[in-house]
Antibody
Framework: QVQLQESGPGLVKPSETLSLICTVS????????WSWVRQSPGKGLEWIAY???????SYNPSLKSRVTISLDTSRNQFSLKLSSVTAADTAVYYC??????????WGQGTLVTVSS | DIQMTQSPSSLFASVGDRVTISCRAS??????LNWYQQKPGKAPKLLIY???SLQSGVPSRFSGSGSETDFTLTIISLQPEDFATYYC?????????FGQGTKLEIK
């Protein structure tokens, strides 16, 4: 059974870059697509980006100019970088596996607060 | 972007009840519709994919139906552990989008 675990700073200053890593265990990252989804406090779910083992990627246009997603097959990890953050980027960030056309496995989520 | 609209936003029901949650897409998404359950402080959990396919391990009291723009999640014989928030999600085109959620609460 695949497991995903997010890690990274819980507090980021405005205008800085948010960096998160998702570590995948119980399965190879060299198959499937992998994604980031966030959920702002009291709000719904927002897809950020996904990446595949062939390193093709897709981004939400609303965030594309600030987002980078990458894959590290040697460590079985994938990462998210979101630049120039503001308070609006405060959210719980989830990593998830994309199987076919759905998110079938999720990390537990990590709260990132943007504040000085 | 494809807009997903769920109704109702909240729903009160009792253990043993049958409930339905609706999800409407702003354009035809064929059957590229998934349903998730989320409990407080937890990640979403996949229930239904491709509109009507039950994810492995999910109880059979959950079912999904619909196509094109109108979809329904049905839960028969509600159990205490079913009180949660439910989201629909379209995967027909990027950006992937979710509904705003339906909070199912105990009456």
């Amino acid at each position: 059974q695949v497991q995903l675990q997010e890690s990274g700073p819980g507090l980021v200053k405005p205008s800085e870059t948010l960096s998160l890593i998702c570590t995948v265990s119980g399965g190879s990252i060299s198959t499937y697509f992998w994604s980031w989804v966030r959920q702002s406090p009291g709000k719904g779910l927002e897809w950020i980006a996904y990446i595949s083992y062939s390193v093709s990627s897709s981004y939400n246009p609303s965030l594309k100019s600030r987002v980078t997603i990458s894959l590290d097959t040697s460590r079985n990890q994938f990462s998210l970088k979101l630049s120039s953050v503001t308070a609006a980027d405060t959210a719980v960030y989830y990593c998830a596996r994309v199987k076919g056309t759905y998110f079938d496995s999720w990390g537990q989520g990590t709260l990132v607060t943007v504040s000085s | 972007d494809i807009q997903m609209t769920q109704s109702p936003s909240s729903l009160f029901a009792s253990v043993g009840d049958r409930v339905t949650i609706s999800c409407r897409a702003s354009q035809n998404i064929n059957s590229y519709l998934n349903w998730y359950q989320q409990k407080p402080g937890k990640a979403p959990k996949l229930l239904i994919y491709a509109a009507s396919s039950l994810q492995s391990g999910v109880p059979s009291r959950f079912s999904g139906s619909g196509s094109e723009t109108d979809f329904t999640l049905t839960i028969i014989s509600l159990q205490p552990e079913d009180f949660a928030t439910y989201y629909c999600q379209q995967s027909y085109s990027t950006p992937v989008t979710f509904g705003q959620g339906t909070k199912l609460e105990i009456k």
